[in-house]
């Protein structure tokens, strides 16, 4: 068992299990967008690691238009109490930027990494901006029982949250679908009534912003083999024929 931070008791915090997670998977959580900083931000946090040398570790990576950098790494040596520690990691950026949290799991082994109270000083979200859909789904054909993704970005500030909706419905994760760090919906062992229209919303305090309508259409593995079988008799009855008249 694990305390609180915040209460030294019972409470709540965030927590990766490494046991249940393969080789570098990882959870991660994702800041709104900050405005540029000549290190004037600092982000503050309380984080704990404990299991093997190899239970994984926590990074923070600053994400802007130009890429990825890793600004902060800590990892596991075998030797880490049920205990936290503070960490204070100061930021410079001469764009906008967001911060990303990742807890990255060494393997599945017994062992957890954890981290309370993230906070921000002197961090400027900068002026309200709606919510742009930059990335649109794309339409998809697949066979049943086959898997699919669809990808969705957007910009704003705060930075927009994605949902995902199927024919005007918001689609509850679970089942046949998921949804990763970077909003990426995945469409498991699809179905008939999987397909239809797909489309994500980003939504921010300053508007709601909409995709373009991504078609998933679902053919059974039937179709294609019994189309592929009757399109070559046919290909041949046409070569016989063409032989035959010929020789006339």
């Given at each position: 068992?694990?305390?609180d931070?915040t209460?030294?008791k019972?409470?709540?915090?965030?927590?990766?299990?490494?046991?249940?997670?393969?080789?570098?998977?990882?959870?991660?959580?994702?800041?709104?967008?900050?405005?540029?900083?000549?290190?004037?931000?600092?982000?503050?946090?309380?984080?704990?690691?404990?299991?093997?040398?190899t239970?994984?570790?926590?990074?923070?990576?600053?994400?802007?238009?130009?890429?990825d950098?890793?600004?902060?790494?800590?990892?596991?040596?075998?030797?880490?109490?049920?205990?936290?520690?503070k960490?204070?990691?100061?930021?410079?950026?001469?764009?906008?930027?967001?911060?990303?949290?990742?807890?990255?799991?060494?393997?599945?082994?017994?062992?957890?990494?954890?981290?309370?109270?993230?906070?921000?000083?002197?961090?400027?979200h900068?002026?309200?901006?709606?919510?742009?859909?930059?990335?649109?789904?794309?339409?998809?054909?697949?066979?049943?029982?086959?898997d699919v993704?669809?990808?969705c970005k957007?910009?704003?500030?705060?930075?927009?949250?994605?949902?995902?909706?199927k024919?005007?419905?918001?689609?509850?994760?679970?089942?046949?679908?998921?949804?990763?760090?970077?909003?990426?919906?995945?469409?498991?062992?699809?179905?008939?009534?999987?397909?239809?229209?797909?489309?994500?919303?980003?939504?921010?305090?300053?508007s709601?912003?909409?995709?373009?309508?991504?078609k998933?259409?679902?053919?059974?593995?039937?179709q294609?083999?019994?189309?592929?079988?009757f399109?070559f008799?046919?290909?041949?009855?046409?070569?016989?024929n063409?032989?035959?008249t010929?020789?006339?």
């Amino acid at each position: 068992s694990f305390t609180d931070h915040t209460t030294g008791k019972g409470g709540s915090y965030i927590e990766v299990e490494t046991i249940k997670l393969k080789r570098r998977d990882f959870a991660s959580l994702v800041s709104p967008n900050f405005a540029s900083s000549d290190n004037g931000c600092k982000m503050s946090l309380y984080y704990a690691i404990w299991g093997t040398n190899t239970v994984g570790n926590i990074t923070l990576h600053l994400k802007t238009t130009n890429g990825d950098i890793l600004l902060w790494n800590v990892a596991g040596n075998g030797n880490s109490k049920k205990q936290w520690t503070k960490a204070e990691i100061l930021i410079g950026a001469r764009v906008n930027f967001r911060l990303e949290l990742r807890g990255e799991s060494g393997g599945p082994v017994l062992g957890f990494l954890a981290v309370d109270d993230i906070s921000y000083v002197g961090c400027d979200h900068g002026p309200p901006q709606q919510a742009v859909i930059t990335v649109n789904p794309m339409p998809k054909t697949v066979l049943l029982g086959d898997d699919v993704t669809f990808a969705c970005k957007a910009t704003g500030v705060p930075t927009p949250n994605i949902i995902w909706q199927k024919d005007g419905v918001d689609i509850a994760i679970g089942g046949h679908y998921s949804l990763s760090h970077d909003f990426v919906l995945t469409v498991t062992n699809v179905e008939k009534d999987t397909a239809g229209n797909y489309r994500c919303l980003a939504k921010n305090p300053q508007s709601i912003a909409k995709s373009k309508i991504a078609k998933l259409t679902v053919n059974s593995k039937c179709q294609y083999s019994l189309q592929g079988h009757f399109d070559f008799i046919f290909k041949r009855r046409i070569n016989y024929n063409s032989r035959f008249t010929d020789r006339f």
